[in-house]
């Protein structure tokens, strides 16, 4: 049975930072303790109501595309268990399916976003320009249309409560060097595909997505954080997919549409979730899970 965890408390190991969802721990000089809350951001503002088992779920779906895609990266996993590294059935019970032990690695600062269909902020700022994060479309695309090709629309890193800005290649360039850039944007435009051509095989259209990715002592890439959940992707269900919409989801665009229809200014405090979301939300999450890796909750 899922567990609700709004924030970790793990005393035996030193507190680092809490992000959006994740808290994160020191266990040495060369490992991290990230533990994934049921904590739910929207439009960068992090709710009051936390989605039951919602951080058991990415857990495993990261960990379940980390597997799949390595391959194509190295990733931050250890294979370290979770629980060897904390002390006491409180803290095990914290961390028991909704954390990994990972490397120590220098984060690059950008976001790699890759959208593959017309949605979100990339829509908006088509409408405003023709174009997405600089990057120039055909004319008469509609809201939710497939694009031409993937593309790579980078951002900032914002700290909580902040917001994630769309930045140009040049300035991907000019934070990690040209050479690194491109080797960024290529992975991840590849994740992407690959991801994207299995999700839909299991009626999953990946819509956009967005990666990290870290450095080893030794100037490796290594893709780090989570990758390819319901929290980091757009995912849509195939057989409902209408362009000229916005089609429904199984990721947490169905709470940003709540909040969409209330007078909030999308700055803190945020609303309150009504029971009824909370719970609609939890079960998009677990039916995303099932879909993609073909395990229930309590069996992944």
Known sequence: MATTLLASSIKSLPFLTRGKVRDMY???????????SDRLSAFDVVLDDPIPGKGQVLNAMANFWFQKLAHVVPNHLTGIAPESVVKGADEVNQVKGRAVVVKRLKPLPIEAVVRGYLIGS????????????????????????????????????ADVGEHDENISFADVEARVGAAMAAKVRDVSI??????????????????????EFGLDDAGTLVLIDEILTA?????????????????????????????????????PPAPRLPAEVIAKTAEKYREALKRITGRDLEDA
């Open 26 to 36: 020191a266990v040495d000089d060369k490992h991290l303790l990230i533990v994934t």
């Open 190 to 211: 590849r994740l992407y595909r690959e991801a994207a051509d299995y999700a839909r095989e299991r009626g999953i259209i990946i819509a956009d997505t967005k990666f």
């Open 231 to 267: 929290d980091s992707s757009r995912f849509w269900p195939a057989d409902q997919y209408r362009p000229d919409s916005s089609p429904p989801s199984f990721d947490k665009q169905y709470v940003r549409d709540y909040l969409e229809t209330l007078d909030w200014n999308k700055k």
């Open 122 to 157: 990339g829509w908006k700022d088509y409408q405003k320009s023709g174009a997405v994060c600089g990057i120039p479309l055909p004319k008469g695309l509609r809201q939710a249309d497939k694009l031409p090709e993937i593309i790579f629309t980078p951002s900032s890193k």
